[in-house]
Protein backbone atom coordinates (compact mmCIF):
# COMPACT_ATOMS: atom_id res chain seq x y z
CA UNK A 1 0.00 0.00 0.00
CA UNK A 2 1.42 3.04 -1.08
CA UNK A 3 1.49 5.97 1.93
CA UNK A 4 1.51 9.25 2.15
CA UNK A 5 0.47 12.17 -0.37
CA UNK A 6 0.49 9.00 -3.46
CA UNK A 7 -1.57 6.92 -0.84
CA UNK A 8 -4.99 6.23 -2.75
CA UNK A 9 -8.23 6.92 -0.81
CA UNK A 10 -9.41 4.16 1.47
CA UNK A 11 -12.34 2.68 -0.17
CA UNK A 12 -15.31 2.80 1.80
CA UNK A 13 -17.52 -0.24 2.88
CA UNK A 14 -20.08 -1.72 1.08
CA UNK A 15 -22.95 -2.39 3.42
CA UNK A 16 -24.74 -5.96 3.63
CA UNK A 17 -28.38 -6.81 2.11
CA UNK A 18 -30.88 -6.16 4.72
CA UNK A 19 -34.02 -6.29 3.13
CA UNK A 20 -37.26 -6.05 6.11
CA UNK A 21 -37.88 -8.20 8.91
CA UNK A 22 -33.65 -8.84 8.94
CA UNK A 23 -32.03 -10.09 12.44
CA UNK A 24 -30.61 -7.12 14.36
CA UNK A 25 -27.21 -8.51 14.06
CA UNK A 26 -27.82 -7.41 10.42
CA UNK A 27 -29.30 -3.68 11.22
CA UNK A 28 -26.34 -2.88 13.41
CA UNK A 29 -23.69 -4.02 10.30
CA UNK A 30 -25.45 -1.92 7.93
CA UNK A 31 -25.52 1.09 10.55
CA UNK A 32 -22.14 0.57 12.01
CA UNK A 33 -20.94 0.85 8.31
CA UNK A 34 -22.60 3.77 7.77
CA UNK A 35 -20.32 4.99 10.84
CA UNK A 36 -17.40 3.27 9.90
CA UNK A 37 -17.93 5.19 6.48
CA UNK A 38 -18.09 8.38 8.00
CA UNK A 39 -14.72 7.77 9.95
CA UNK A 40 -13.20 6.53 6.75
CA UNK A 41 -13.87 9.85 4.45
CA UNK A 42 -12.69 11.40 7.63
CA UNK A 43 -9.54 10.01 7.41
CA UNK A 44 -9.50 9.99 3.25
CA UNK A 45 -10.04 14.07 4.00
CA UNK A 46 -7.27 14.62 6.36
CA UNK A 47 -5.17 12.58 3.97
CA UNK A 48 -5.86 15.07 1.26
CA UNK A 49 -5.71 18.04 2.77
CA UNK A 50 -2.77 17.54 4.98
CA UNK A 51 -0.28 18.24 1.36
CA UNK A 52 -2.81 21.34 0.31
CA UNK A 53 -3.17 23.73 3.49
CA UNK A 54 -0.71 26.49 3.68
CA UNK A 55 -2.03 29.59 5.67
CA UNK A 56 -2.55 29.92 8.92
CA UNK A 57 -5.97 29.90 9.68
CA UNK A 58 -6.31 27.14 7.44
CA UNK A 59 -3.91 24.79 8.96
CA UNK A 60 -5.38 25.77 12.46
CA UNK A 61 -8.98 24.66 11.07
CA UNK A 62 -8.08 21.50 9.69
CA UNK A 63 -5.69 20.60 12.55
CA UNK A 64 -9.17 21.12 14.84
CA UNK A 65 -10.57 18.57 12.38
CA UNK A 66 -8.09 16.40 12.71
CA UNK A 67 -8.40 16.07 16.31
CA UNK A 68 -12.19 16.30 16.38
CA UNK A 69 -11.92 12.98 14.23
CA UNK A 70 -9.35 11.69 17.27
CA UNK A 71 -12.12 12.50 19.33
CA UNK A 72 -14.57 10.59 17.71
CA UNK A 73 -13.07 7.64 16.52
CA UNK A 74 -12.01 7.17 20.07
CA UNK A 75 -15.83 7.82 21.85
CA UNK A 76 -16.92 5.35 18.80
CA UNK A 77 -14.70 2.37 20.50
CA UNK A 78 -15.30 3.40 24.13
CA UNK A 79 -19.18 2.84 23.23
CA UNK A 80 -18.81 -0.14 21.59
CA UNK A 81 -16.33 -1.21 24.43
CA UNK A 82 -18.51 -0.08 27.87
CA UNK A 83 -22.36 -1.22 25.99
CA UNK A 84 -21.93 -3.43 22.57
CA UNK A 85 -19.42 -6.15 22.63
CA UNK A 86 -18.82 -7.42 25.97
CA UNK A 87 -22.48 -7.32 27.15
CA UNK A 88 -23.71 -8.83 24.09
CA UNK A 89 -20.69 -11.53 24.16
CA UNK A 90 -21.73 -12.57 27.90
CA UNK A 91 -25.14 -12.30 27.07
CA UNK A 92 -24.70 -14.80 23.83
CA UNK A 93 -21.40 -16.69 24.96
CA UNK A 94 -19.83 -15.17 21.89
CA UNK A 95 -16.32 -14.66 22.83
CA UNK A 96 -15.21 -14.35 19.56
CA UNK A 97 -16.89 -11.18 19.56
CA UNK A 98 -14.41 -9.54 21.95
CA UNK A 99 -11.54 -9.78 19.36
CA UNK A 100 -13.43 -6.56 17.95
CA UNK A 101 -12.21 -4.79 21.44
CA UNK A 102 -8.91 -6.47 20.92
CA UNK A 103 -7.89 -4.68 17.85
CA UNK A 104 -8.77 -1.40 19.66
CA UNK A 105 -5.45 -2.21 20.80
CA UNK A 106 -3.80 -2.06 17.49
CA UNK A 107 -4.07 1.21 16.40
CA UNK A 108 -5.28 3.43 19.80
CA UNK A 109 -1.36 4.23 20.00
CA UNK A 110 -0.94 5.60 16.97
CA UNK A 111 -4.70 7.50 17.06
CA UNK A 112 -3.85 9.49 20.39
CA UNK A 113 -0.37 10.32 18.65
CA UNK A 114 -2.38 12.16 15.53
CA UNK A 115 -4.27 13.85 18.52
CA UNK A 116 -1.44 14.77 20.00
CA UNK A 117 0.47 16.46 17.12
CA UNK A 118 -3.30 17.85 15.93
CA UNK A 119 -4.01 19.65 19.38
CA UNK A 120 -0.08 20.80 20.19
CA UNK A 121 1.07 21.76 16.40
CA UNK A 122 1.26 25.15 15.75
CA UNK A 123 0.43 26.31 12.40
CA UNK A 124 4.26 27.93 11.93
CA UNK A 125 5.48 24.30 12.80
CA UNK A 126 2.83 22.31 11.01
CA UNK A 127 4.70 19.63 8.55
CA UNK A 128 2.65 17.28 6.70
CA UNK A 129 5.74 14.88 6.07
CA UNK A 130 5.14 14.63 10.02
CA UNK A 131 1.64 14.40 9.44
CA UNK A 132 1.77 11.61 7.39
CA UNK A 133 4.14 9.57 9.46
CA UNK A 134 1.81 9.72 11.98
CA UNK A 135 -1.11 9.19 9.72
CA UNK A 136 0.58 5.56 8.33
CA UNK A 137 1.36 4.54 11.88
CA UNK A 138 -2.22 3.27 12.79
CA UNK A 139 -4.51 3.52 9.53
CA UNK A 140 -3.70 0.14 8.08
CA UNK A 141 -4.76 -1.39 10.87
CA UNK A 142 -7.95 1.01 11.86
CA UNK A 143 -8.93 0.26 8.14
CA UNK A 144 -8.69 -3.29 8.60
CA UNK A 145 -10.75 -3.21 11.86
CA UNK A 146 -12.95 -1.17 10.48
CA UNK A 147 -13.60 -3.77 8.18
CA UNK A 148 -13.02 -7.36 10.17
CA UNK A 149 -15.91 -5.61 13.08
CA UNK A 150 -18.91 -5.81 10.44
CA UNK A 151 -17.89 -9.32 9.35
CA UNK A 152 -18.14 -10.53 13.21
CA UNK A 153 -21.29 -8.53 13.72
CA UNK A 154 -22.88 -10.13 10.66
CA UNK A 155 -21.44 -13.53 12.22
CA UNK A 156 -23.73 -13.05 14.94
CA UNK A 157 -27.04 -13.22 12.96
CA UNK A 158 -27.19 -17.33 14.11
CA UNK A 159 -27.74 -15.49 17.67
CA UNK A 160 -30.69 -14.93 19.31
CA UNK A 161 -32.67 -12.20 17.86
CA UNK A 162 -34.07 -10.10 21.03
CA UNK A 163 -30.36 -10.14 22.83
CA UNK A 164 -29.22 -8.73 19.55
CA UNK A 165 -32.34 -6.15 19.02
CA UNK A 166 -31.93 -4.97 23.14
CA UNK A 167 -28.43 -4.35 22.70
CA UNK A 168 -28.37 -2.47 19.43
CA UNK A 169 -31.10 -0.49 21.21
CA UNK A 170 -29.13 0.24 24.47
CA UNK A 171 -25.70 0.27 22.96
CA UNK A 172 -26.91 3.06 20.83
CA UNK A 173 -28.40 5.50 23.12
CA UNK A 174 -26.03 4.87 25.64
CA UNK A 175 -23.24 5.52 23.15
CA UNK A 176 -24.80 8.90 22.02
CA UNK A 177 -24.69 9.98 25.72
CA UNK A 178 -21.35 12.03 26.45
CA UNK A 179 -20.87 12.92 22.97
CA UNK A 180 -20.52 16.56 22.55
CA UNK A 181 -22.86 17.21 20.15
CA UNK A 182 -21.52 20.37 18.76
CA UNK A 183 -18.82 17.87 17.19
CA UNK A 184 -20.86 14.79 17.03
CA UNK A 185 -23.50 16.06 14.94
CA UNK A 186 -21.61 17.78 12.00
CA UNK A 187 -19.39 15.46 11.88
CA UNK A 188 -21.26 12.70 11.36
CA UNK A 189 -23.64 15.01 9.28
CA UNK A 190 -20.48 16.44 7.26
CA UNK A 191 -19.02 12.89 6.54
CA UNK A 192 -22.00 11.22 5.72
CA UNK A 193 -22.70 10.62 2.08
CA UNK A 194 -25.99 11.01 1.05
CA UNK A 195 -25.90 9.87 -2.28
CA UNK A 196 -23.96 6.70 -1.20
CA UNK A 197 -25.34 3.26 -2.63
CA UNK A 198 -27.88 5.07 -4.52
CA UNK A 199 -29.11 6.86 -1.41
CA UNK A 200 -30.66 4.30 -0.24
CA UNK A 201 -29.88 4.74 3.48
CA UNK A 202 -32.14 6.77 6.11
CA UNK A 203 -28.65 8.40 7.91
CA UNK A 204 -28.74 9.64 10.54
CA UNK A 205 -31.76 8.22 11.24
CA UNK A 206 -33.82 10.99 10.88
CA UNK A 207 -36.56 13.32 9.47
CA UNK A 208 -35.12 15.99 7.23
CA UNK A 209 -36.34 19.18 9.24
CA UNK A 210 -35.23 17.65 12.39
CA UNK A 211 -31.59 17.91 10.77
CA UNK A 212 -32.01 21.20 9.66
CA UNK A 213 -32.73 22.04 13.08
CA UNK A 214 -29.65 20.43 14.21
CA UNK A 215 -27.50 21.96 12.02
CA UNK A 216 -28.87 25.31 13.07
CA UNK A 217 -28.08 24.63 16.43
CA UNK A 218 -24.80 22.34 16.53
CA UNK A 219 -23.13 23.47 12.99
CA UNK A 220 -22.36 27.12 13.71
CA UNK A 221 -19.56 26.54 17.03
CA UNK A 222 -16.97 24.87 14.72
CA UNK A 223 -18.36 26.33 11.77
CA UNK A 224 -14.56 26.54 9.94
CA UNK A 225 -13.68 23.46 10.97
CA UNK A 226 -16.61 21.71 8.63
CA UNK A 227 -15.01 23.02 5.79
CA UNK A 228 -12.60 19.86 5.74
CA UNK A 229 -15.61 17.39 6.01
CA UNK A 230 -15.68 15.68 2.55
CA UNK A 231 -19.80 16.73 2.15
CA UNK A 232 -21.82 19.53 3.22
CA UNK A 233 -24.00 19.47 6.82
CA UNK A 234 -26.59 17.99 4.51
CA UNK A 235 -24.24 14.94 3.57
CA UNK A 236 -23.98 16.46 0.05
CA UNK A 237 -20.52 16.13 -1.11
CA UNK A 238 -18.77 18.96 -2.04
CA UNK A 239 -16.06 20.58 -3.84
CA UNK A 240 -12.34 20.05 -2.04
CA UNK A 241 -12.03 23.91 -0.89
CA UNK A 242 -8.31 23.84 -1.88
CA UNK A 243 -5.91 21.79 -4.46
CA UNK A 244 -6.61 20.52 -7.40
CA UNK A 245 -9.71 18.77 -6.48
CA UNK A 246 -11.00 22.85 -5.58
CA UNK A 247 -13.63 24.31 -7.22
FE1 LIG B 1 -17.42 0.26 15.14
Known amino acids: ?93 RKDLLENVAEHREFHDGLDKLGEYARTTTPEAYNSQELFKVLDGFVPPLTSHLNSEVDRILAMENTDNAVARRILDEGKKKAMDGASRDKLVPFILGCHDATFEGGKHFFPPMPGLVKMILVWWYGSKFQATWRFCPSDLYSRPKERILGPGAA
Open 1 to 93: MATGPTREPIPVIPTPPCPPGSHAAVEMAVEMVLVHNCLIRAINSIYYYAQHVTKAEDIRDFLHFCAVSVDLIHHHHEGEESFIFPPWAEATN
